[in-house]
């Protein structure tokens, strides 16, 4: 069946370092997005993505973050400076359409920053 | 705007037993509501959900949920627990059915013993 694989599964970092989280969505799918859980709180949304450009994003989706589509099948989620308040699990997900449909989501990655 | 609260961070039952898990919504909109499912290591897995149409939905692994408008309420049942439903449980809302936009409650450990 195919699914929505992250990696890595496990990413520790220092603050002020870049990360990149990888993500390989469902082939057939056209949208994919990113969500956040940080530690006992709400998986909350960040970023959806579309056509290769942002579609919607969160009031949390700030400047240090951006995504990026590179290569057809890649979905990526940059964090450019990190700070400690962005350890989070963070899940990406994937629909074949925008609206009316299920969003499959990743296992995780599970960022830490020391 | 909207929000979702699950009640009940941890819930126990015996194997055979009734689950029930709460969810209460706030909506501006009518709701699209839904039900993910995370077992261990694994990614959120949608269950069921409901958009327009019957208020009894019927999801996989015999979970159900019944929309209450009255009640505001989307409460998650499984007659009969089984060991594998061990997972932790989230409810969530979207104004449109659209898989980005996606409100998530806290969710809720289920825990089935012997």
């Known amino acids: 069946e195919p699914e929505v694989t992250q990696t890595p599964s496990h990413q520790v970092t220092q603050m002020g370092q870049e990360v990149i989280l990888r993500c390989v969505p469902i082939?057939?799918?056209?949208?994919f997005y990113w969500y956040r859980q940080i530690l006992g709180q709400k998986v909350e949304f960040l970023v959806s993505?579309?056509?290769?450009?942002?579609?919607?994003k969160s009031e949390i989706f700030d400047d240090q973050f951006s995504v990026e589509r590179p290569d057809g099948s890649n979905f990526t989620l940059k964090i450019r400076s990190t700070k400690l308040e962005d350890s989070a699990m963070y899940f990406c997900?994937?629909?074949?359409?925008?609206?009316?449909?299920?969003?499959?989501f990743g296992q995780g990655t599970r960022l830490t920053v020391v | 705007a909207q929000s979702v609260t699950q009640l009940g961070s941890h819930v126990s039952v015996s194997e055979g037993a009734l689950v029930l898990l709460r969810c209460n919504y706030s909506s501006s909109v009518p709701p699209y509501l839904f039900w993910y499912v995370q077992y261990p290591n694994q990614g959120l897995q949608l269950l069921l959900k409901?958009?327009?149409?019957?208020?009894l939905v019927k999801g996989i692994n015999g979970f159900e949920a019944e929309f209450k408008k009255s009640e505001t309420s989307f409460h998650l049942t499984k007659p009969s627990a089984h060991m594998s439903d061990a997972a932790e449980f989230f409810c969530?809302?979207?104004?449109?059915?659209?898989?980005?936009?996606?409100?998530f409650g806290t969710g809720t450990r289920l825990q089935v013993t012997l």
């Open positions: 997900a994937s629909s074949v359409t925008g609206l009316n449909t299920e969003a499959f």
């Open positions: 993505f579309y056509n290769n450009e942002i579609s919607e």
């Open positions: 409901y958009t327009t149409g019957a208020t």
């Open positions: 082939s057939n799918h056209l949208y």
């Open positions: 969530a809302v979207s104004p449109s059915g659209t898989a980005s936009k996606l409100t």
